[in-house]
């Protein structure tokens, strides 16, 4: 039956987003408990409308019938009955439910193998860092496949909720003293999308981010061109100082070190997605080219995502044409 | 306070020579405390919030229609899904809940009041002001935007730097006291105001229940209060209780809220499983099966909901142990819920089911509300709740609970009881189309949230990208949506019909009666009954009628019925702190007039209001009022 309602969920939503498509163990566990409690509550429900359907029917007050029904005080027996029976089904279903919660508690914060990150929530988007390679990202999540990865998650301002429901089921970004710790892995290469699960402001439902899992190998190659990046800047001097003056205030790019105020733009021409919600598409089926992307974002990122704590670039004095031009030389800033 | 109350009794003389204090027309409504006026009260103003929380509602689903609309813009579907939330359920559901219970526990337990008439009065005025305060906010600057939760740091002043919140906080607390008084009287009034023979394991169904309901109260506002004031000095005052910075925790507040939240939750839904067993019986001509398993179930229920607050914060990060105690405990409610839902079935079994109107909605509470139900039960498992949490299954199961359990108990309740309410049936026909457009659009509204939610759609987002799969399943809602907006005009059409046609309806009007309620005049007189009747057994009515009796026995002769008095004291006690809460509100702003500035940042408007409230309560501790009386002569003259 489980297997059954298995088959028929499995139809349901995106392979890269969908609860019902679980691509990890850590998914698998929490998709496993929800098929038997739907098998459980489907039970459940078929007896309930069954014996409401049959009473509405077999019961129903015919014309001219006057006679006083029997007033039925109760039954023991039945109420033991029903009374039991639940009883059995909470137990049927609280023993893997408390076998996964402790399962789930293991954070892997003490496994020396385990890609141990730092998860950090900002209205409206997501910093990255791994700590023992002390390297810092934004938006595009990349870790190795068949590891186990470590989270530490916190927030720098209100409380965001970090969820990648094809990986694991959410958990909390709280400010200090209440840090969170939890760990997924992903099996298998590919691109999957988390979303912010807590109500964190007008662009909530715009602070997306991907989770890339990719090759050992891939891996430690992406970790060695973001720790020794290439000192790139755009060709154009003027352009560069603009970039330096204006970008660069708040942003970090190459070796400089992390800001705590604006996502690192190290590698953007290698992301999935401007500000988490453009995605980068050549085909243009799912989104646009990154150019395009990013000309959007910078000539006016308030429309795009409301109430996002970057400037306009305009007001900060950079012409169309420099606008234009910081989005060429980004859109071609890749890793590799 | 108490004289109305033991005054009842006829072998205690009152003083002489208080007269009768009438008046008409509007100041009848402000200065009555009859406790089927305020209902009426209660009703009204619960069905102009309903009706503002409906089409907030309405806009909500409008801009979901598809993705990437831009019908409304994010700060103001924030401002709406959080007004949406708090209108519905504290200003929506529970003064209708509230209007019931004043309109039948009095006459179901065979009282002529209920126990503080005074209090009734002053706790349906503090929640009306509270609720006008709340929603002020739209037209002063901006609504709450933090949602109905408000979970800190973002209903912080650094996040949301406009009143909204303040309203928030302010006017729940000022409705919230309503509640609590509200609470307090129903317990006074079930306590100590039950006809002779009317022992707790004889009264009806919706009297139990609107007593553990009013104990949940009791002890679950409390928090909420402790909660709005900490927030309140966080915003206004600068304190530092939810603040990380000055060693506060933003974890705190969610601990606070959701041990008021969660009893929050049992005290909007007993009332509806008091109202079902109350109507099942009635149209299956049949008493309610197993009487007292349905009592013990209910206590267990009011006992288990103060025992699951942290259900709420699974991903808030409390650790295995606390997860796993939680997810237990959350899971055991499904026992007595289940003794409830068997026994209502068993009621039909062997009766003569009728579908009238109110029978309709009861009948479709019991599938649609098991379904919420169960999928409370996916919830409580931690590990799936990592899944669920925060995502539109959760949107689903609250709404198969609130509005397919409360709502539809609601209308089995109104059409049930709007005879007894207001002398005049409500139109069958178009009760049965209200039934069949609301249930319906309920069902496409919410049954494909439960999908959107497991998918990946997060709650509370403002739009969503293209290319997810939720295009279609968003557009199925928004139209379930239309269809219950349907189905609640044609509810006010049957109201609006209906109160053309002449009050003739009969003292039992369904005819199958079986409690207190329908022993008396559609509407009842002022003083409910002329006599006390006396009790015999559960089912009081019922029984008269299967021992051939036309009435109750009275367990009194006729005599002099002490009365309260009508006052306006508790209207000006309410509108003192809603100035006061006002004044406070705005203490720290900068006017562009200088006068105002003045008024407010010297805190002299708090102040004046304070000064009618006290000065209310002074005039009521100052001067004694014994009330009237109606004498025998008047009562035989009808």
């Given at each position: 039956?489980?297997?059954?309602?298995g088959?028929l969920?499995?139809?349901c939503?995106?392979?890269?987003?969908?609860?019902?498509?679980?691509?990890g163990?850590?998914?698998?566990?929490?998709?496993?408990?929800?098929?038997?409690?739907?098998?459980i509550?489907?039970?459940?429900?078929?007896?309930?409308?069954?014996?409401?359907?049959?009473?509405?029917i077999r019961?129903?007050r015919?014309?001219?019938?006057?006679?006083?029904?029997?007033?039925v005080?109760?039954?023991?027996?039945?109420?033991?009955?029903?009374?039991?029976?639940p009883?059995?089904?909470?137990?049927?279903?609280?023993?893997?439910?408390?076998?996964?919660?402790?399962?789930?508690?293991?954070?892997?914060?003490?496994?020396k193998?385990?890609?141990?990150v730092k998860?950090?929530?900002?209205?409206?988007?997501w910093?990255?860092?791994y700590?023992?390679?002390?390297?810092?990202?934004?938006q595009?999540?990349?870790?190795p496949?068949g590891?186990?990865?470590?989270?530490e998650?916190?927030t720098?301002?209100?409380?965001?909720?970090?969820?990648?429901?094809?990986?694991?089921?959410?958990?909390?970004?709280?400010p200090?003293?209440?840090?969170?710790?939890?760990?997924?892995?992903?099996?298998?290469?590919?691109?999957?999308?988390?979303?912010?699960?807590?109500?964190?402001?007008?662009?909530?439902?715009?602070m997306?981010?991907?989770?890339?899992?990719?090759?050992?190998?891939?891996?430690?190659?992406?970790?060695?061109?973001?720790?020794?990046?290439?000192s790139?800047?755009?060709?154009?001097?003027?352009?560069?100082?603009k970039?330096?003056s204006q970008c660069?205030s708040?942003?970090?790019?190459?070796?400089?070190?992390?800001?705590?105020?604006?996502?690192?733009?190290?590698?953007?021409?290698?992301?999935?997605?401007?500000?988490?919600?453009?995605?980068?598409?050549?085909?243009r089926?799912?989104?646009a080219?990154?150019?395009?992307?990013?000309?959007?974002?910078?000539h006016?990122?308030?429309?795009?995502?409301?109430g996002n704590?970057?400037?306009n670039?305009?007001?900060?004095?950079?012409?169309?044409?420099?606008?234009?031009?910081?989005?060429?030389?980004?859109?071609?800033?890749?890793l590799? | 306070?108490?004289?109305?109350a033991?005054?009842?009794?006829?072998?205690?003389?009152?003083?002489?020579g208080?007269s009768?204090k009438?008046?008409?027309?509007?100041?009848d409504?402000?200065?009555?405390?009859?406790?089927?006026?305020i209902?009426?009260?209660?009703?009204?103003?619960?069905?102009l919030?309903?009706?503002i929380?409906?089409?907030?509602a309405?806009?909500?689903?409008?801009?979901?229609?598809?993705?990437?609309?831009?019908?409304?813009d994010?700060?103001?579907?924030?401002?709406?899904?959080?007004m949406?939330?708090?209108?519905?359920?504290?200003?929506g559901v529970?003064?209708v809940i509230?209007?019931?219970?004043?309109a039948?526990?009095p006459?179901?337990?065979?009282?002529?009041?209920?126990a503080?008439?005074?209090l009734?009065?002053?706790?349906?005025w503090t929640?009306?002001?509270?609720?006008?305060?709340?929603n002020?906010?739209?037209?002063?600057g901006?609504?709450?935007?933090?949602?109905w939760?408000?979970?800190?740091?973002?209903?912080?002043?650094?996040?949301?730097?406009?009143?909204?919140v303040d309203?928030?906080?302010i006017?729940?607390q000022?409705?919230?006291?309503?509640?609590?008084?509200?609470?307090?009287?129903?317990?006074a009034?079930?306590?100590?105001?039950?006809?002779?023979?009317?022992?707790?394991m004889?009264?009806?169904?919706?009297?139990w229940?609107?007593?553990?309901?009013?104990?949940?109260?009791?002890?679950?506002?409390?928090?909420v209060?402790?909660g709005?004031?900490?927030?309140?000095?966080?915003?206004?005052?600068?304190?530092?209780?939810?603040?990380?910075?000055?060693?506060?925790?933003?974890?705190?507040?969610?601990?606070?809220?959701?041990?008021?939240?969660?009893p929050?939750?049992?005290?909007?839904?007993?009332?509806?499983f008091?109202?079902?067993?109350?109507?099942?019986?009635?149209?299956s001509?049949?008493?309610?099966?197993?009487?007292?398993?349905?009592?013990?179930?209910?206590?267990?229920?009011?006992f288990?909901?103060?025992?699951?607050?942290?259900?709420?914060?699974?991903?808030?990060?409390?650790?295995?142990?606390?997860?796993a105690?939680?997810?237990?405990?959350?899971?055991?409610?499904?026992v007595?819920?289940?003794?409830?839902?068997?026994?209502?079935?068993f009621?039909?079994?062997?009766?003569q089911v009728?579908?009238?109107t109110?029978?309709?909605?009861a009948?479709?509470?019991?599938?649609t509300?098991?379904?919420?139900?169960?999928t409370g039960?996916?919830?409580?498992?931690?590990?799936?709740?990592f899944?669920f949490?925060?995502?539109?299954?959760?949107?689903?199961?609250?709404?198969?609970v609130?509005?397919?359990?409360?709502?539809?108990g609601?209308?089995?309740?109104l059409?049930?009881?709007?005879?007894?309410?207001?002398?005049?049936?409500?139109?069958?026909?178009?009760?049965?189309?209200?039934?069949?457009?609301?249930?319906?659009g309920?069902?496409?509204?919410?049954?494909?949230?439960?999908?959107?939610?497991?998918?990946?759609?997060?709650?509370?987002v403002?739009?969503?990208?293209?290319?997810?799969?939720?295009?279609?399943?968003?557009?199925?809602?928004?139209?379930?949506?239309?269809?219950m907006?349907?189905?609640?005009?044609i509810?006010?059409?049957?109201?609006?019909?209906?109160?053309?046609?002449?009050?003739?309806a009969?003292?039992?009007?369904?005819?199958?009666?079986?409690?207190?309620?329908w022993?008396?005049?559609?509407p009842?007189?002022?003083?409910?009954?002329?006599?006390?009747?006396?009790?015999?057994?559960?089912?009081?009515f019922?029984?008269?009628?299967?021992?051939?009796?036309?009435?109750?026995?009275?367990?009194?002769?006729?005599?002099s019925?002490?009365?309260?008095?009508?006052?306006?004291?508790?209207?000006?006690?309410?509108?003192?702190?809603?100035?006061?809460?006002?004044?406070?509100?705005?203490?720290?702003?900068?006017?562009?007039?200088?006068?105002?500035?003045?008024?407010?940042?010297?805190?002299?408007?708090?102040?004046?209001?304070?000064l009618?409230?006290?000065?209310?309560?002074?005039?009521?501790?100052?001067?004694?009022d014994?009330g009237w009386?109606?004498?025998?002569?008047?009562?035989?003259?009808?």
């Amino acid at each position: 039956m489980t297997a059954a309602f298995g088959l028929l969920l499995a139809g349901c939503g995106r392979e890269d987003l969908s609860v019902l498509r679980p691509q990890g163990p850590v998914a698998e566990s929490s998709y496993a408990l929800m098929k038997l409690s739907i098998a459980i509550m489907i039970v459940v429900l078929l007896v309930v409308f069954s014996i409401a359907t049959y009473v509405w029917i077999r019961f129903r007050r015919k014309k001219d019938q006057n006679e006083i029904p029997k007033q039925v005080e109760g039954s023991f027996k039945l109420e033991v009955l029903w009374t039991v029976i639940p009883l059995i089904l909470v137990v049927v279903l609280a023993i893997p439910t408390v076998k996964v919660v402790f399962a789930a508690g293991n954070d892997h914060s003490d496994d020396k193998d385990a890609i141990k990150v730092k998860v950090t929530g900002h209205q409206y988007w997501w910093e990255f860092e791994y700590k023992d390679y002390g390297v810092t990202t934004a938006q595009d999540l990349i870790i190795p496949t068949g590891k186990h990865i470590a989270f530490e998650l916190s927030t720098t301002d209100v409380l965001h909720s970090f969820w990648v429901p094809s990986l694991a089921g959410k958990m909390d970004t709280n400010p200090d003293g209440t840090v969170n710790r939890f760990s997924f892995s992903a099996p298998n290469e590919g691109v999957y999308r988390g979303k912010c699960a807590e109500l964190c402001g007008p662009s909530h439902g715009f602070m997306e981010f991907k989770v890339k899992s990719v090759s050992g190998e891939a891996f430690e190659k992406w970790i060695a061109s973001m720790k020794a990046p290439e000192s790139v800047m755009p060709d154009d001097p003027a352009l560069a100082e603009k970039f330096k003056s204006q970008c660069l205030s708040c942003h970090a790019i190459g070796s400089m070190p992390a800001s705590p105020v604006a996502p690192s733009l190290t590698g953007i021409g290698s992301r999935e997605a401007v500000a988490g919600i453009l995605l980068n598409d050549d085909t243009r089926e799912d989104g646009a080219p990154i150019l395009e992307n990013l000309k959007t974002w910078l000539h006016d990122p308030q429309s795009v995502k409301p109430g996002n704590k970057m400037p306009n670039p305009k007001d900060m004095g950079l012409s169309d044409e420099e606008i234009d031009g910081i989005a060429e030389f980004l859109a071609g800033y890749t890793l590799e | 306070m108490a004289h109305a109350a033991q005054s009842l009794h006829p072998s205690q003389p009152l003083k002489p020579g208080h007269s009768a204090k009438r008046h008409t027309g509007l100041m009848d409504w402000i200065t009555t405390v009859d406790h089927k006026k305020i209902a009426i009260l209660y009703l009204w103003a619960g069905g102009l919030f309903f009706g503002i929380g409906g089409l907030e509602a309405i806009l909500i689903r409008i801009q979901l229609i598809k993705p990437m609309n831009t019908f409304l813009d994010a700060q103001t579907f924030n401002e709406l899904i959080t007004m949406h939330g708090t209108t519905m359920i504290f200003l929506g559901v529970m003064p209708v809940i509230f209007a019931l219970m004043n309109a039948v526990i009095p006459l179901q337990i065979g009282a002529r009041d209920v126990a503080f008439p005074f209090l009734n009065s002053l706790g349906f005025w503090t929640f009306l002001f509270g609720g006008l305060l709340l929603n002020l906010s739209w037209v002063m600057g901006g609504a709450p935007d933090a949602g109905w939760t408000a979970y800190t740091p973002l209903s912080g002043k650094g996040y949301s730097s406009t009143h909204g919140v303040d309203f928030y906080t302010i006017g729940l607390q000022i409705a919230g006291l309503g509640t609590l008084i509200g609470g307090i009287n129903f317990l006074a009034t079930i306590i100590t105001m039950r006809a002779p023979g009317m022992s707790f394991m004889r009264m009806p169904m919706f009297a139990w229940a609107t007593f553990i309901t009013s104990a949940i109260i009791l002890f679950a506002f409390p928090a909420v209060t402790v909660g709005l004031v900490l927030l309140t000095f966080d915003r206004i005052l600068d304190a530092n209780f939810f603040n990380v910075a000055g060693g506060g925790n933003p974890v705190l507040w969610q601990h606070i809220f959701w041990i008021f939240g969660h009893p929050e939750v049992y005290i909007l839904i007993l009332p509806a499983f008091g109202i079902i067993s109350e109507v099942i019986p009635t149209f299956s001509r049949k008493r309610l099966f197993g009487y007292s398993s349905m009592v013990f179930a209910t206590i267990l229920i009011a006992f288990l909901g103060f025992m699951v607050w942290a259900h709420h914060m699974f991903t808030t990060g409390l650790g295995p142990v606390a997860n796993a105690l939680f997810s237990v405990s959350t899971m055991l409610i499904a026992v007595p819920t289940g003794i409830k839902i068997f026994n209502w079935l068993f009621t039909m079994w062997g009766g003569q089911v009728r579908f009238t109107t109110p029978n309709l909605f009861a009948a479709g509470f019991i599938p649609t509300f098991t379904m919420g139900g169960v999928t409370g039960v996916m919830l409580a498992s931690a590990p799936a709740d990592f899944q669920f949490h925060d995502t539109y299954f959760v949107v689903a199961h609250f709404h198969y609970v609130i509005v397919g359990g409360l709502v539809l108990g609601l209308f089995a309740g109104l059409h049930y009881w709007w005879p007894k309410m207001f002398g005049r049936m409500l139109s069958e026909a178009l009760g049965k189309w209200t039934f069949w457009t609301f249930i319906i659009g309920f069902h496409l509204t919410f049954f494909v949230q439960h999908f959107l939610g497991l998918m990946g759609m997060q709650r509370r987002v403002f739009t969503y990208l293209p290319n997810q799969q939720f295009d279609l399943l968003n557009l199925v809602s928004t139209v379930g949506a239309f269809l219950m907006g349907v189905g609640m005009i044609i509810f006010l059409v049957n109201i609006f019909l209906t109160s053309r046609r002449p009050a003739d309806a009969p003292n039992d009007p369904w005819e199958d009666g079986r409690t207190l309620e329908w022993t008396i005049p559609s509407p009842p007189p002022e003083y409910n009954f002329k006599q006390t009747p006396l009790v015999r057994g559960l089912d009081a009515f019922w029984k008269e009628k299967m021992a051939g009796a036309k009435a109750m026995t009275p367990a009194e002769p006729v005599g002099s019925i002490h009365m309260p008095s009508a006052t306006i004291l508790p209207f000006m006690m309410s509108v003192g702190i809603f100035i006061a809460g006002l004044g406070f509100m705005f203490s720290r702003d900068e006017f562009n007039n200088s006068i105002m500035s003045f008024l407010f940042n010297n805190y002299i408007v708090t102040a004046l209001g304070l000064l009618i409230t006290f000065g209310s309560m002074l005039m009521r501790s100052l001067f004694d009022d014994h009330g009237w009386h109606i004498e025998p002569e008047e009562l035989e003259g009808r």
